[in-house]
């Protein structure tokens, strides 16, 4: 017998089924004494396409190969066996094939050694080039070097099953298949957006609707459900899109995400964010994601803000005193033209948020660029008000070390 073999790609949830149904007809196999089916599986591998609302979802998949012997022998594959035992002939047909006229009328002859005779069982037999013929039981070992013809007969339905079983597999469905996880995140911060951000915990304290799930509803929302959504969201006077601002917030958040220190929450959401795709059971996590990379972004240009407007600024330093001061970050450069010439104001921020400045007319350190935070050795010259906010003016400043420089436009567009 030569081999016969199936590949068909299937999702890998899947392979476990394929898997049981193998061994069942392994085990008959066993019974029969033959040599059974044979199942190789590839690597899961992601298959993307996008769903019927448009949103890219995979699902992992793997090729499955399964080889045997086959059933066709010198192009003659088994249709079926008619049992003669009865006072008219009984079939028992190959799946997917039905007893030709001549088996029901002629039952009894056999198209190999052309003797009709009383016989216990006939094989119909059909050629791949269309012809047929009846075979009786003796007769197949001669004419096919079959001993077993029964075992040939339970190998057609054998591969009629597997065969069955690829054709049946169900379609990729629930939570199987996963979103794209910057979708999911886009999706989240345009839902945040427009009906701000509700955890599942304060959504059940007050009775109210999770960002999750009206994400969930976004994603897997039909006519009625997006009709909803697009209802409330006019109540709000907002129209339900992604906009572009809320599709710059997946990569911005994944990037914050990879850049936060470890605890199990984090942990979770940087698993989910190196996946890059989410399932149903994730979506939870996902909004999560989007809600503290808000906050988080909320709590930094506070901190910025407070810190440009030199709120809680004290003095620093000695007056007349030279000394290091450490992580100066650049906040602003303004050029100052009078009479004497031309000089620059440089306003600078230490990590407790107190501002020194700088009138600068001579040499100006390359390094003091809007954004760098350095370490800088300089003089108190004056502690002073301006505004309100309580100034250190210094002189004759130098970078002692560079701590951080901003990227530079081309870096940042790159
Ligand atoms: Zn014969």
Not at 95 to 112: L, N, V, Y
Not at 152 to 157: N, Q
Not at 167 to 175: F, Q, T, W
Request: include cysteine; proline fraction near 3%.
């Amino acid at each position: 017998m030569s081999k016969r073999e199936i590949t068909e790609s299937i999702k890998a949830a899947y392979l476990p089924v394929v898997m049981k149904k193998l061994k069942t007809v392994n085990r008959r196999a066993a019974q029969l004494g033959v040599t059974g089916l044979t199942l190789d599986a590839s690597d899961p591998y992601p298959v993307s396409y996008r769903d019927e609302h448009g949103f890219r979802r995979t699902y992992q998949a793997l090729d499955v190969t399964v080889s045997g012997e086959d059933v066709r022998l010198a192009g003659w594959g088994l249709r079926g066996v008619v049992d003669l035992s009865h006072s008219e002939p009984m079939f028992r047909m190959v799946p997917g094939f039905d007893a030709p006229e001549i088996a029901k009328s002629d039952a009894g002859r056999c198209d190999h050694c052309n003797k009709v005779r009383t016989r216990a069982q006939t094989y119909i037999l059909e050629h791949e080039d269309g012809r047929g013929m009846l075979v009786g039981r003796s007769c197949m070992k001669d004419f096919l070097g079959v001993a077993s013809p029964e075992s040939l007969y339970w190998w057609m339905g054998a591969w009629g099953r597997i065969e069955d079983m690829f054709n049946d597999e169900p379609r990729p469905s629930g939570g199987d298949i996963a979103w794209e996880l910057t979708e999911v995140l886009n999706v989240a911060a345009s839902m945040i957006r427009i009906f701000g951000w509700v955890s599942a915990g304060r959504a059940r304290a007050e009775d109210g609707i999770a960002t999750k799930q009206r994400v969930g509803e976004y994603l897997q929302g039909g006519g009625d459900t997006l009709r909803n959504l697009k209802d409330e969201a006019a109540r709000r006077g907002a129209l339900l899109e992604i906009l572009d601002v809320d599709r710059k917030v997946g990569p911005l958040a994944i990037a914050w995400l990879r850049m936060q220190s470890e605890s199990d929450f984090i942990h979770n959401c940087r698993v989910l964010a190196n996946d890059e795709f989410c399932r149903d059971r994730d979506l939870g996590l996902a909004c999560a994601i989007v809600g503290c990379y808000h906050a988080a972004q909320a709590r930094e240009s506070e901190e910025t803000s407070r810190r440009e407007n030199g709120a809680g600024s004290e003095y620093v330093g000695t007056v007349k005193t030279r000394k290091i001061f450490i992580d100066l970050t650049v906040i602003s450069k303004r050029r100052i033209d009078s009479d004497f010439g031309t000089s620059t104001l440089i306003t600078f921020a230490d990590p407790g948020g107190n501002q020194l400045v700088w009138f600068c007319s001579g040499y100006e350190p390359d390094e003091m660029v809007e954004g760098a935070t350095l370490d800088v050795r300089a003089t108190v010259k004056r502690h002073s008000e301006f505004r309100g906010v309580k100034q250190t003016s210094i002189t004759r400043a130098t970078v002692v070390k560079t701590q951080h420089l901003p990227r530079t436009e081309e870096e940042a567009g790159a």
